[in-house]
């Protein structure tokens, strides 16, 4: 069996950013190919690589094309749609060399397959087994506030996950929605977790954690983090609101968030709050940081990680956080999909009051906390390596 897992263009792998999808192919990949898998990577090219020992086939794309990474405009719209008719050429080339028995494609990507299928013979799809992950956050929400969006920004995906062979979805809402709305056959879904990588987020001892907050020049000793995209999605500002009567009653606390802008009206709104309330010197933007050490490094150093967002598949920041050994704050409202046993490390809190008081007596509670931390590094070990997750799904594509 050959495997290709297939990058969406949107930038490269490895990640240089916190790309949550371009993370997925990459720890997948490599957890494959330990397990003695053969598996490739067909993703876009990129002169500025991150050094990696992983197996790519680049599909090249005009240099004005390639400029534009992130930004969430049209030209970005059209570097997607570019993308996406190159890799269905490289993809037919492919197929139409390969002498393998079985080929899996694994797209990850609506605009990506979209085209694959709509410009593919119905002989060269034959050679190969279609497989589809779903990351887009939009089915966590019920479908009477979605219906209208879904059928006319996503009406891509829509179409792919109708004809390929299978769909794996990251959460119990996104299946039943499937099922029951756009009445998907039930066999061919799949609920799969995403993993993390134990290795590389993984606690600080005292030591690299004091200094790497000393490098930082963050004088709290206790930190709340964030790491996400600064939009209303992910709700930094909700964060706030809620943590801003125990920043002003203690000077000790701070709360350090992190990543790329999506909206600079948000992050200044963001700005203004802590100038209003007076507690600018306590709320710190750390940047976008690269996935990896740096990332672990501000883990390392926090006490736990708040995770207000909006809407979201199944947060690889969540995984991450709990493999560092941090206890995560959810609103006990949200919908998010949570990992399996993880109660007692997922402290869900339910008002402002509430709130005030999981912080006090289990995260500022060092006897509590470390318990908590040692609970969540256990539960994420267990069960969600990448190794785990990229054995599950090689066992669906056997079949």
Not at 206 to 235: M, P, V, W, Y
Not at 245 to 258: E, G
Not at 297 to 302: F, L, R
Not at 357 to 378: C, D, G, L, P, W
Request: hydrophobic share 40%; net charge positive.
């Amino acid at each position: 069996m050959k495997i290709f897992e297939i990058g969406t263009g949107y930038t490269s792998i490895p990640a240089q950013m916190g790309a949550a999808t371009e993370i997925v192919v990459e720890e997948l990949t490599r957890s494959l190919i330990k397990a003695g898998h053969d598996v490739s990577i067909i993703d876009i090219q990129d002169n500025h690589r991150k050094p990696t020992d992983l197996p790519i086939i680049e599909v090249p794309i005009p240099r004005i094309i390639i400029r534009t990474d992130t930004t969430l405009n049209l030209f970005h719209k059209v570097k997607r749609i570019v993308y996406s008719f190159a890799l269905m050429r490289s993809l037919h080339n492919i197929l139409k060399k390969s002498k393998e028995e079985k080929i899996v494609l694994h797209f990850h990507n609506q605009y990506n397959l979209f085209f694959f299928l709509l410009f593919t013979s119905k002989r060269l799809r034959q050679k190969v087994h279609i497989a589809y992950t779903v990351h887009s956050y939009i089915w966590q929400s019920k479908w009477v506030d979605i219906a209208k969006v879904v059928h006319k920004k996503y009406f891509q995906e829509i179409f792919c996950i109708k004809r390929v062979n299978q769909v794996f979805v990251l959460n119990d809402q996104t299946r039943d929605i499937f099922v029951t709305n756009l009445f998907i056959e039930p066999n061919k879904i799949i609920k799969i977790s995403n993993g993390v990588n134990t290795d590389i987020y993984c606690g600080l001892n005292q030591t690299d954690a004091l200094n790497f907050r000393n490098k930082l020049n963050i004088q709290q000793n206790k930190i709340l983090f964030h790491a996400g995209s600064i939009c209303e999605r992910k709700n930094q500002l909700g964060a706030l609101k809620l943590l801003l009567p125990l920043l002003k009653k203690n000077k000790d606390f701070a709360f350090v968030y992190a990543g790329g802008v999506i909206s600079s009206e948000y992050q200044l709104k963001i700005q203004k709050f802590a100038q209003e309330n007076d507690v600018v010197s306590q709320i710190i933007y750390a940047g976008e940081l690269t996935p990896g050490k740096v990332l672990n490094s501000y883990y390392g150093i926090s006490s736990a990680l708040i995770f207000p967002s909006l809407q979201e598949g199944f947060s690889l920041v969540i995984l991450e956080a709990m493999s560092a050994g941090l206890p995560i704050l959810v609103d006990a409202n949200s919908n998010l999909q949570l990992p399996a046993q993880s109660s007692d490390c997922c402290l869900q809190y339910i008002s402002m009051e509430n709130f005030e008081n999981i912080i006090e007596s289990y995260v500022f509670n060092v006897e509590r906390q470390t318990k908590i931390s040692k609970r969540a590094r256990m539960i994420i070990y267990e069960n969600y390596s990448w190794d785990i997750v990229a054995e599950t799904y090689f066992q669906h594509w056997r079949i």
